[in-house]
């Protein structure tokens, strides 16, 4: 069973950079896509985009100057960055398993809550 | 603001159905069959209701079904139980750059 589960800090202050790790377990990172969706406080899902593991990345064009994806394969995870973070960055932040090509996400974490504040 | 419409908020009594719409345009919903279904619960992991229109995941009652008429997707809920209390949200791909794109979500009161 596919298990996925987020960690990094809950407090970012603004212009700083919010890093998240997602620990795959039951699977290994290097077989899928991956993918990364937040939730602003009381909106919507945001897609914030995938990436696999050679290096294919696609990213949410409203956030593409500030965000990256990596994997670390010794470790089964991967991580967000995204740099220059202001108050418009708090949000509940997925990790999922991306299906292509079929742009599906079947596969989610919990979420974390990342709050942008000094 | 979301790029596809969801209504805010639907009911219903256990047993009953209901539909949550889902529109686009002919970029995304009305232009591919790639539109997919999911279930927010508070403090519990998104899960998948529906794929590519009309597929339901192992595991996903059957209950729950997709379907499509033009730029418009429904995720139909028949015998409604308390369960099934919770947030819906769609989504699609589209060609216009950011790749996928979300309803603005559902919430689903079972009365």
């Known amino acids: 069973q596919v298990q996925l589960q987020e960690s990094g800090p809950g407090l970012v202050k603004p212009s700083e950079t919010l890093s998240l790790t997602c620990t795959v377990s039951g699977d290994s990172v290097i077989s899928y896509y991956w993918s990364w969706i937040r939730q602003p406080p009381g909106r919507g899902l945001d897609w914030i985009g995938y990436?696999?593991?050679?290096?294919?990345?696609n990213y949410n064009p409203s956030l593409k100057s500030r965000v990256s994806m990596s994997v670390d394969t010794s470790k089964n995870q991967f991580s967000l960055n995204l740099t220059s973070v202001t108050a418009a960055d708090t949000a509940v932040y997925y990790c999922?398993?991306?299906?292509?090509?079929?742009?599906?996400?079947?596969?989610w974490g919990q979420g974390t809550l990342v709050t942008v504040s000094s | 603001q979301s790029a596809l419409t969801q209504p805010a908020s639907v009911s219903g009594s256990p047993g009953q159905s209901i539909t949550i719409s889902c529109t686009g345009t002919y970029s995304d919903v009305g232009g591919y069959n790639f539109v997919s279904w999911y279930q927010l619960r508070p403090g519990k992991a998104p899960k998948l209701m529906i794929s590519e229109v009309t597929t339901r995941p192992s595991g996903v009652p059957d209950r729950f079904s997709g379907s499509k008429s033009g730029n418009t997707a429904s995720l139909t809920i028949s015998g409604l139980q308390a369960e099934d209390e919770a947030n819906y949200y769609c989504s699609s791909y589209t060609n216009s750059g950011t790749l996928v794109v979300f309803g603005g979500g559902t919430k689903l009161t079972v009365l």
């Open positions: 999922a398993r991306f299906r292509r090509p079929d742009y599906y996400m079947d596969i």
């Open positions: 990436f696999f593991h050679h290096g294919t990345t």
